[in-house]
């Protein structure tokens, strides 16, 4: 393959991989479906600033910081898919003092991991 084939074969798979985390946040309706039924919304909310049970701080982080937070970085998708299904240590939180959980218990008993990484998408995309 030439050089020349070879950068638009990057540029189109770079363009494609662009779309399908645009058509991510496209279904927001879906997603938040999903997100309720899973009992993600119980200590998440989607927007930054929002306040958790009577006006403390939140649980867990918006899922707005969490894009925020890791936005660009790579492996996130992978690495917050984990962490839905199998939990995050009290001792390494990059959100202490910022929510009132100490961490986030695994899920995996509460949604399919094919919509773990899906709602995962979905988050990171709120960033965009």
């Known amino acids: 393959m030439s050089s020349k084939l070879r950068v638009i074969a990057v540029v189109a798979a770079a363009c494609f991989a662009q779309g399908a985390w645009a058509a991510d946040a496209k279904n927001d309706a879906e997603m938040k479906k999903l997100a309720s039924a899973s009992g993600c919304l119980t200590c998440h909310s989607i927007e930054s600033g929002k306040p958790g ?3 403390m701080k939140p649980i867990g982080p ?3 910081d969490v894009a925020k937070q890791y936005q660009g970085k790579p492996g996130a998708a992978e690495f917050l898919t ?5 939990g995050s240590s009290p001792y390494s939180s990059h959100w202490k003092g910022k929510v009132s959980g100490l961490a ?3 899920n995996a008993v509460a949604i399919k991991e094919t919509d773990a990484r899906s709602l ?3 988050i990171l995309a709120l960033g965009r």
């Open 82 to 86: 984990r962490v839905v299904l199998e």
């Open 62 to 64: 918006a899922w707005e």
């Open 53 to 55: 049970p009577d006006g």
């Open 120 to 122: 995962v998408h979905w």
């Open 104 to 106: 986030m218990p695994p």
